[in-house]
């Protein structure tokens, strides 16, 4: 399994770079062998027999319970493995190659937003907003019928739907975790509302409009701030390079990024996925690499330096673990690692410790720097829960209304309206709905662990950034370990307490 995961995780970083037909399908053929051996039953009861006898040996139990979680998700029939992989990875391949259209002319992501973050033509908005749902029309039958498929799958081996067995194999509670969404619905409510009234002030009297539709805001899907609410730091940081400010991050927490950097893909081209990831390619230490798309400016700053937290985890698990063992604890954990380290980009110490920026310039907008970084958070759990929910239903009822139930969610959680007659599977526009399902909670969970470790930190060592030991707390406690320990045990042994919404809920004290 080791060697066909390995040459798997090559063949996808391939078709990720360079994505074309070649490419597409070694990957494909690659996850399907990999999903068949999982998907062997023997093995499966092998791995329950074994289960059963008295296991002294902590790290062997833990080996065996992670080889049952991902076992019993690959539990299928051959017709249903090939259909699953052959759609998905149809799907993710026309995300990787498709580019809106606006206006005849052929733009990616990043000129997309460009023109929602900073144009001031109405007309030009709308086509850009438009032109990046399109991508939804051409996937949204196919992830439907993803949906049908996982669920099959699910029922045959006793689960509900696909949503409920993927938290369960995940090791998490559902009434646990919606809970938890609960309340951070509740806390967030309050400060999201008032930021965001005085946002559609500025934005009403910026565009000259008595109602704001979707298009008035600065992504496709509002989950990153707006330049009207914050400072940009696309001047300040004009200079700068975005890798050479991760390794100096990191290097501030005594972690050498210099590997992971030079077997990197970083900037844009023809035919690579738009998007950003971290892959660990043999669990060795020593080949993880980032995919990215960097331009000019604070946006691609602040994604090399999340795709470095995964990649800080990764080189930093002890490799005197199995294999098995030698990942993170739990996908949230390294989400954890990647959004603590993401937002340091507008954190004020860190622009004049480690970016070097003039203490003078960053004094006079410290204020609204914390400000805006607590709206970002607001603003990011909003999203996160429209997202749970959506995927929660869709799994629920694959057949249903998605379109109508998409912005019902988003006018929930979000409160932008649909603009009128919109009837159009805008849902199926975000990527990870088709390519990584029942994943976003693992961001919600991530950020909240982000800041409990960030004020546990706090209390230890005085802060984080370019400290020492606040670096060797993160190796030793969160990295190292690997997933030798459960989700649970890990984070309670780390900031002596379980995983909650408080020091979260602390950092909204004074927002907005």
Not at 346 to 375: C, F, H, K
Not at 386 to 403: A, I, K, N, Q, T
Not at 468 to 481: E, I, N, Q, S, T
Request: proline letters at 4%.
């Amino acid at each position: 399994m080791k060697d066909l995961e390995i040459e798997f995780h090559r063949a996808y970083w391939d078709s990720q770079v360079e994505a074309n037909e070649e490419n597409d399908r070694r990957r494909a053929d690659l996850e399907l062998q990999l999903r068949r051996v999982k998907g062997d039953p023997e093995a499966l009861s092998a791995i329950e027999d074994a289960l059963q006898a008295e296991i002294h040996e902590p790290a062997l139990r833990r080996q065996l319970e992670l080889l049952r979680l991902s076992f019993t998700g690959n539990q299928m029939d051959e017709s249903h493995r090939t259909r699953i992989v052959d759609l998905s990875s149809a799907v993710e391949s026309e995300f990787a190659s498709h580019r809106p259209v606006v206006d005849g002319k052929e733009m990616n992501d990043n000129e997309i937003e460009k023109i929602l973050r900073t144009s001031n033509d109405e007309a030009e908005r709308r086509s850009a907003w438009e032109a990046s749902k399109k991508i939804g029309a051409r996937v949204a039958e196919r992830v439907r019928e993803l949906a049908r498929l996982r669920n099959e799958a699910a029922h045959k081996l006793g689960f509900g739907d696909y949503y409920r067995m993927s938290l369960q194999l995940q090791e998490i509670d559902e009434d646990w975790l919606f809970d938890l969404l609960g309340e951070l619905d509740r806390i967030t409510t309050g400060p999201f509302d008032a930021w965001k009234e005085d946002l559609d002030g500025h934005l009403r009297e910026r565009f000259g409009v008595d109602r704001l539709l979707p298009w008035h805001y600065a992504d496709p899907f509002f989950q990153n701030l707006p330049p009207d609410g914050r400072v940009s730091l696309d001047r300040l940081l004009a200079d700068t390079s975005a890798p050479d400010l991760a390794a100096s991050a990191f290097g501030g927490w005594g972690i050498d990024l210099a590997g992971v950097l030079a077997g990197s893909d970083l900037f844009p081209r023809q035919n690579k996925c738009q998007h950003a990831f971290c892959l660990d390619v043999d669990r060795s230490g020593k080949d993880v690499r980032i995919l990215a798309n960097i331009v000019p400016g604070e946006h691609w700053i602040g994604v090399m330096l999340h795709e470095s937290g995964h990649a800080a985890y990764d080189i930093c698990i002890d490799q005197d673990l199995p294999y098995l063992l030698r990942r993170a604890a739990h996908t949230f954990t390294t989400e954890a690692a990647a959004l603590l380290s993401g937002r340091l980009v507008r954190d004020p110490a860190w622009l004049t410790g480690i970016a070097r920026r003039d203490p003078s310039e960053v004094a006079a907008i410290e204020a609204d720097l914390r400000r805006s970084t607590m709206a970002q958070e607001v603003l990011f759990a909003r999203w996160g829960l429209v997202m749970c929910h959506f995927e929660r239903d869709l799994y629920s009822d694959p057949e249903g209304d998605l379109d109508a139930r998409w912005w019902e969610l988003v006018s929930a959680f979000q409160h932008v309206d649909p603009p009128d007659g919109r009837a159009a599977p805008d849902w199926a526009a975000k990527i990870h709905v088709a390519a990584a399902p029942v994943y976003y909670q693992n961001y919600l969970l991530g950020n909240l662990l982000a800041w409990q470790l960030e004020a546990t930190a706090e209390e230890r060592f005085g802060g984080l950034i370019g400290r020492a030991d606040a670096g060797a707390f993160l190796v030793d406690k969160l990295f190292r370990p690997g997933s030798l320990f459960r989700w649970d045990a890990l984070v309670e042994a780390a900031t002596d307490r379980p995983l909650g919404a408080a020091a979260f809920a602390k950092g909204l004290d004074n927002f907005p």
